[in-house]
């Protein structure tokens, strides 16, 4: 049977409580020292809202516990991680979460991305990626192509109509930003050509997959926002958007790393 896969939240940072930008009791020490260093008032608030995203998230996952009771590490270049673990609170899961979606001794893995006032958290038993994107204007896909495409990626968005571009550019942007994310090295430079995404269904058996892709629009633009993990096909993510449109899912996806040469 199939196994329940990551909880991804997708928020509007402007669901972030109002009182909660001004009272940071709520961060961790980390949380606070991160925040210190952002100087635009627009970056903290997207800051703060993409933490609290967070909280809603677990608690959603573990219903004995609310968002307050989290403590999240907010080291700098580094993935999000759970600080208050063992707790009374927090551990175990309830059983139809502990059979899917996390281990029973274990924090989640954790993964956060934000856009243009999007934020998109995600949360599993495995190590996980998740990225977002939001394209509120035209940007030169052909030279970003040149920086972050594979050969076959760059045929394939080449044979496409001009108008179908970006969106191609887009999924394989975010997919790239969630494999790296996943194995939190931070997006590789060196390595992000090596690495080609194609539709699962087009280039292995779909137990192959280790990315979905989902489609929207936001404020009149749209985005992408890509998963990676391990399982996908087994475990399909689970994407809560409280006040907002549904997205579309585009599908399974395969990501395959050539070796260096």
């Known amino acids: 049977m199939p196994g329940a896969g990551p909880l991804v939240l997708l928020m509007d940072q ?3 409580p109002g009182p909660l930008r001004q009272d940071l009791s709520w961060l961790s020490d980390s949380e606070r020292a991160r925040l210190q260093h952002i100087g635009s008032a627009t970056r903290r608030h997207e800051y703060l809202a993409a933490r609290f995203a967070l909280r809603e998230l ?4 573990y219903p004995s516990t609310s968002w307050r009771d989290w403590v999240l590490a907010g080291d700098h270049n580094a993935a999000p991680a759970v600080k208050n673990w063992p707790d009374t609170k927090l551990a175990p899961p309830p059983a139809v979460i502990e059979k899917a979606a996390f281990e029973r001794n274990a924090p989640p ?3 956060l991305a934000h856009s243009a006032g999007l934020i998109a958290a995600a949360a599993f038993r495995h190590p996980v990626g998740i990225d977002i994107e939001v394209q509120r204007k035209a940007r030169p ?7 972050v495409c594979s050969p076959e990626e760059a045929q394939r968005l080449q044979s496409l109509a001009v108008a179908e571009q970006a969106q191609a550019f887009y999924r394989i942007w975010t997919l790239k930003e969630a494999f790296f994310k996943r194995l939190a090295t931070g997006l590789d430079w060196s390595m992000i050509r090596l690495l080609t995404a194609r539709p699962a269904s087009q280039s292995a058996p779909s137990d192959s997959a280790n990315a979905a892709i989902w489609e929207g629009r936001h404020s009149g633009s749209p985005y992408t926002l890509s998963i990676c993990c391990h399982l996908i096909h087994q475990a399909p993510p689970r994407v809560a958007h409280p006040g907002l449109p549904a997205p579309m899912a585009a599908g399974l996806w395969q990501l395959d790393l050539a070796p260096a040469t």
């Open 14 to 16: 402007a669901s972030l």
């Open 109 to 111: 893995h954790l993964s």
């Open 141 to 147: 896909i052909a030279q970003l192509a040149d920086m």
């Open 58 to 61: 677990l608690a959603s996952a």
